[in-house]
């Protein structure tokens, strides 16, 4: 089922205003937006944002893309667009210090499916309240992938198509960061006593 709310809408317009930036950085050299790892030594930090929303080519760009809109469809998560910067901003952020933190080997990235891992996850969470089975389904869908792609020598990746190596601990890494932004927001509620109230509203 879709559901169309205010929320919804918010949810479409900042898909569209991402699409908007991620078709101009598409135009840019995208050796001075990926991500590196020595982007904070350099003080370089702008690449811990930008390297997730440019892309190695068209078809990696478009596949990302089709994703995000999937997500918004099925999904159609109740957020204003202040939180889905927010969330962005911290996904990105996170992913790309973990990165440095747990993969000083990985030289260059660049691409939108770690924070859409993420983006997933919470927006199963928000579904949950409204179609607990499709938010279910959702959720272990992403888990499953997650969970083929580190311990499974079963392919799920989409390398082939795009034509790079898939780096699928940003998988992994979106995905932990999606549970811990929802964890924290619940802690967020409780602590203020409105459990029963919507989060971040």
Known sequence: MIYFNRGSTS???FI????????????????DLRYQP????????WRSFT???????????????????LCMT????????????????VLALGISTLFTLRNPELNWYV???????????LAAIDLYRRDKAIALLLGVAMILKVVLEQFS??????????GIPVIIDAHLYGL??????????????????????STWS
């Open 11 to 13: 949810g479409w317009i």
């Open 16 to 31: 569209a205003l991402m699409l908007l930036i991620m078709a101009i950085f598409q135009q840019l050299d995208i050796r």
């Open 38 to 45: 020595n982007w904070w030594i350099e003080a370089e930090y």
């Open 51 to 69: 390297a997730h929303w440019v892309h190695a080519n068209e078809k990696h760009l478009l596949l990302n893309a089709g994703g995000l809109m």
């Open 74 to 89: 099925i999904a159609s998560p109740k957020w204003p667009v202040w939180r889905w910067v927010v969330y962005n901003i």
């Open 111 to 121: 691409g939108y499916s770690g924070i859409l891992f993420g983006i997933y996850l």
């Open 153 to 162: 020598d079963i392919r799920t990746d989409s390398g082939d198509l795009i």
């Open 176 to 197: 932990l960061l999606g549970l811990s932004i929802a964890l924290a927001q619940r802690v967020y509620t409780i602590w203020l006593g409105r459990d029963n109230a």
